[in-house]
């Protein structure tokens, strides 16, 4: 289980290689919501998504990854561990599904990871990229289902916690369950509810917890590069079983119209992933309770400016 101790000593770790992101406070009518909005705005992270914190974390506590260090990821992740490995020396060999996004591929090239792009899934992606680690006994750093990363993103409700005293429900997007698990993990026993968001098209969670085991769920749609798992992971299935109260879907066009209100609102540019969990408040496929005072997580950029004008 990732620990708020764990945790602890994550941002501890971490704190010299990653951005403290800000919390954008927005009353409701400037978005069309329901009720006040915090955002945080992890879109301003190094590496343009929450990602960098669970691949810094990774990194600075393995032993002597001499032969380099090899993930699978859609996008985000990839981009993280290629920036966290170029700052920390570490050569990386990044390995993508043909669904991510030109801009996230350039972006991970650009941080001087050797870019390997095939499979038309995360998991097909993933299965090379093992299949590469057991060559060279590289370093794999998991996209999610993985301890160091689970406390890595967990430090990012920490910060939250810190910058909302009184916080009452916070909603995160979900993909493989990293960052979810990883939060969940802080909140626990807090009294601040966690409220997932998915979209219809990766409904990883929302199957996994009706089913009460993680499964193989569909992988589709606008946020299918950053959310689109094929299920969740094993680590963070037993914290979102304990600790998540709501479990939402959104449609693609909520998402699509999250991600203009964010930029008509607030100028915040959000990939698709990004905007997802406001989705939920804005389309009210999640209501909060009256007095609520609500965090959401743009919990990465990585996309087209142009995209969401």
Known sequence: ?????????????????????????????????????????????????????????????????????????????????????????????????????????????????????????????????EARRAETGALSVHAYDQAEVLAGQGTLARELEADLPGLTHVLVAVGGGGLIGGIAAWFAGTGVSVVAVEPEGCPTLHTALAAGQPVDAPVGGLAADSLGARRVGS?????????????????????????????????????????????????????PPPGARVGVLVCGGNCDPGSVA
């Open 1 to 129: 289980m990732t620990t708020r101790p764990a945790i602890e000593a994550a941002a501890a770790r971490i704190a010299p290689h990653i951005r403290h992101t800000p919390v954008l406070a927005l009353p409701g009518a400037a978005l069309g919501a329901p009720c006040d909005v915090a955002l945080k705005l992890e879109s301003l992270q190094v590496s343009g998504s929450f990602k960098a914190r669970g691949a810094f974390n990774a990194l600075l506590q393995a032993e002597g990854p001499a032969r380099g260090v090899i993930a699978a990821s859609g996008g985000n992740h990839g981009a993280a561990v290629a920036h966290a490995a170029g700052a920390l020396g570490i050569p990386a060999e990044i390995f993508v599904p043909a669904i991510a996004a030109p801009s996230k591929v350039a972006r991970i090239a650009e941080a001087g990871a050797r870019v390997v792009q095939g499979g038309d899934t995360y998991a097909e992606a993933f299965a090379a990229s």
């Open 235 to 287: 680590l963070m299935f037993p914290i979102a079983q304990g600790v998540l109260r709501d479990s939402v879907l959104v449609t693609d066009e909520a998402i699509r119209d999250a991600q203009r209100r964010l930029w008509s609102a607030a100028r915040v540019v959000a990939e698709p992933g990004g905007a997802t969990a406001l989705a939920a408040l804005l389309s009210a496929a999640w209501t």
